[in-house]
């Protein structure tokens, strides 16, 4: 049975950066070193916050700290004693920015979504797959709302950031027949929100590209090196024939060119 290539922001975003690194990661499969860090405190600051805005009892206007602070305690159970207090700091500065100063709080669409949504192009069918944080209601559409816990906060490109919510406006129509308006992104550790316009144009754009995608899975062409600042950070440079002079040989991976797992859905 044919089944849907499967598709989200960040391998769009990863095609757009440079071909021959998608063509490493996602259809050789070439792994990337796993990510390291305080990914646990992130973890359990992400699901306090989707019990705070989730579980509110939202016949009573405004929480008070006390809440956040009863959803962290039970989110943080597996966390050191320093991650326990470091994330209370954090909800602390989150409740006096983002809540104290509201007369109510307003009940989110979703929180900890996951969102699905279909693209036809080229004869191939594309599922967008993707999750969010927290999903509200503006006037006049809808805003998607990404937490960012990174001690080091790392933004994307603005192109990037293009693509995310063209993606997101393309998935979020289908689901909702309602337009995103706005994608804002909000660093936890500074508290700052970074709000970005969304429109139709985004998703159009999003669809070029995933035309351009769909047209190189279908032909198994060339898939170009684009070297940029990227390189730098890109776990691939050293098999790659643009940034190195002797690149090393890929690893095997099992998949090799002309067996991508593509799906012709004729
Ligand atoms: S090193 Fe640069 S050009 Fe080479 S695969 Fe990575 S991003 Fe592309």
């Keep these: 049975m044919a089944t849907s290539y499967q598709i989200t922001a960040t391998k769009i975003q990863t095609y757009h950066r440079c071909p021959q690194s998608y063509y490493f990661r996602y259809e050789l499969g070439l792994k990337t070193p796993a990510f390291f860090g305080s990914a646990a405190l992130g973890t359990a600051l992400h699901q306090s916050l989707a019990k705070i805005h989730r579980d509110w009892h939202y016949l009573d206007p405004l929480p008070q700290m006390d809440w956040l602070l009863q959803c962290w305690q039970e989110r943080s159970t597996n966390l050191s004693p320093g991650q326990v207090t470091e994330g209370q700091e954090i909800l602390e500065r989150y409740y006096q920015n983002f809540i104290a100063p509201e007369t109510a709080l307003k009940r989110p669409l979703a929180v900890e979504g996951r969102i699905k949504g279909y693209l036809r192009v080229e004869n191939l069918e594309f599922l967008l797959w993707?999750?969010?944080?927290?999903?509200?209601?503006?006037?006049?559409?809808?805003?998607?709302?990404?937490?960012?816990?990174?001690?080091?906060?790392?933004?994307?490109?603005?192109?990037?950031?293009?693509?995310?919510?063209?993606?997101?406006?393309?998935?979020?129509?289908?689901?909702?027949?309602?337009?995103?308006?706005?994608?804002?992104?909000?660093?936890?550790?500074?508290?700052?929100?970074?709000?970005?316009?969304?429109?139709?144009?985004?998703?159009?754009?999003?669809?070029?590209?995933?035309?351009?995608?769909?047209?190189?899975?279908?032909?198994?062409?060339?898939?170009?090196?684009?070297?940029?600042?990227?390189?730098?950070?890109?776990?691939?440079?050293?098999?790659?024939?643009?940034?190195?002079?002797?690149?090393?040989?890929?690893?095997?991976?099992?998949?090799?060119?002309?067996?991508?797992?593509?799906?012709?859905?004729?």
């Design 130 to 266: 993707g999750r969010y944080d927290r999903l509200d209601y503006l006037e006049d559409g809808l805003e998607l709302i990404e937490y960012k816990s990174n001690k080091e906060l790392k933004l994307p490109t603005l192109e990037e950031i293009d693509l995310q919510i063209g993606f997101y406006y393309l998935a979020l129509e289908q689901r909702y027949q309602e337009s995103l308006r706005q994608l804002s992104l909000l660093s936890l550790r500074t508290c700052e929100k970074m709000s970005f316009d969304a429109s139709a144009d985004h998703k159009e754009w999003v669809e070029a590209t995933v035309s351009q995608l769909a047209l190189r899975l279908r032909t198994d062409e060339v898939w170009e090196a684009t070297p940029s600042e990227g390189c730098a950070r890109c776990h691939y440079a050293r098999y790659c024939q643009a940034v190195s002079e002797h690149p090393e040989p890929l690893p095997e991976t099992g998949r090799t060119r002309g067996q991508i797992q593509l799906v012709l859905d004729l």
